[in-house]
């Protein structure tokens, strides 16, 4: 396994935390506001009644399959058979992880990009493959080059991750791209992994697409969701994955050997969730969106180069030419007290950048771009 590129930073933090001192932390994609208490509420009562305290099905709540549905055929006009092609999660990173094992042998590769979420890498090593990294470059809008890739790696390929709106670099693509990706996956005989957590998260009217509004798409994709970023709940640890029937049941099937499923009480929140008023998804893309035109207008007053998202609470961030983004993200610590994730963490090609998050206030926005205007 790699080595954990964040911990150096995360000790460095600690650290001038434990010296008393004032740190602003963009590192972190965690939000800092709270679940809607509706949500809360219904945990609250579903933990009161003891038949939720006895080992979940693996296969999750025959009600909050359907509550996936539901909110599928809503959002993106998808129809999914609750029974066989929704399967919840204890967060989508179990299921991202786990997803490998049912399909990687040794010699096999899954094509991640670089820069990406650790365990697209971490699910392909884990299950005894190997990743192969497809670089996002800024002058390819942050998508993979799939015609780069070479012919002996495709042959012993089994599996393509894409992940839009991306973390970490903020980019999102167009259902074209999603297209492109479908057909060479046919072409290629590749499963398509969709990760689409950011898909609520989004700002100035745009909205996301499922790959699974595409034709044939159910031929090859899993897609991949979560409750987490959508209504503030990374730490209840609820996700599904939802799409190609076999794919699905495959993960089922190697779960069922790893866990028991989700409590019982989390899945009546997560039916609360996506049954309940939505106005808070509402609420928090006008936060965020807020935040973000603070910090890139901050930034860009100070000359650096910085773009708006449209999607994500991600600000991806070139580098000044001479440094490299550890040595810049230390420099941020050291002389204004400010966190921010270097690039490189996410994969070699996310050399170059930093991440910022916008997971704290306004207030505080404006007050690292102070700080950093004035150490200049
Ligand atoms: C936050 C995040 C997730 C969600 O993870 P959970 O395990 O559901 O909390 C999935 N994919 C990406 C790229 C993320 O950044």
């Given at each position: 396994m790699p080595p954990y590129l964040f911990l150096e930073i995360d000790k460095a933090k600690r650290k001038a935390r434990a010296e008393g001192r004032d740190i602003i932390d963009l590192g972190i994609g965690d939000p800092d506001q709270p679940t809607p208490g509706y949500i809360i509420e219904a945990l609250h009562k579903a933990a009161q009644d003891p038949v939720n305290h006895r080992y979940a099905l693996d296969q999750g709540m025959p009600a909050l399959r359907r509550s996936i549905e539901g909110w599928y055929k809503r959002r993106f006009n998808v129809n999914l058979n609750?029974?066989?092609?929704v399967l919840p999660l204890i967060g989508s990173k179990e299921g991202i992880a786990h997803f490998p094992f049912a399909f990687l042998n040794a010699g096999d590769y899954s094509l991640v990009p670089d820069p990406c979420y650790p365990p697209y890498k971490g699910g392909a090593i884990l299950a005894g493959a190997k990743p192969y990294l497809m670089p996002l470059r800024r002058e390819n809008a942050f998508l993979p080059d799939l015609n780069k890739i070479p012919k002996s790696i495709l042959k012993k390929a089994k599996i393509i991750f894409v992940n839009y709106p991306n973390n970490p670099t903020g980019a999102t693509c167009d259902r074209g791209f999603y297209a492109e990706v479908i057909k060479f996956a046919r072409k290629h005989n590749l499963i398509v992994v969709s990760d689409l957590a950011y898909s609520e998260m989004s700002y100035d009217g745009y909205k996301h697409s499922s790959m699974l509004e595409l034709d044939g798409a159910k031929d090859v994709v899993i897609e991949f969701h979560s409750l987490s970023k959508t209504y503030n709940m990374t730490g209840w640890r609820i996700g599904w994955a939802c799409g190609n029937a076999e794919l699905v049941q495959a993960l089922a099937k190697v779960k069922s050997n790893i866990d028991s499923g989700i409590f019982t009480a989390v899945q009546f929140a997560g039916v609360a969730a996506l049954e309940g008023p939505q106005e808070h998804v509402t609420n928090m893309c006008r936060l965020y969106q807020q935040r973000r035109d603070c910090l890139v207008s901050g930034l860009k007053s100070l000359g650096w180069e910085a773009s708006n998202p449209k999607a994500t609470f991600y600000v991806w961030i070139s580098v000044p030419k001479k440094s490299n983004s550890i040595s810049f993200a230390s420099l941020l610590l050291d002389k204004a007290d400010i966190v921010a994730t270097p690039g490189v963490g996410f994969g070699e090609s996310g050399e170059g950048y930093i991440r910022m998050a916008l997971t704290v206030s306004e207030q505080r926005i404006k007050e690292a771009i102070e700080r950093l205007r004035k150490i200049g």
């Open positions: 609750p029974d066989t092609e």
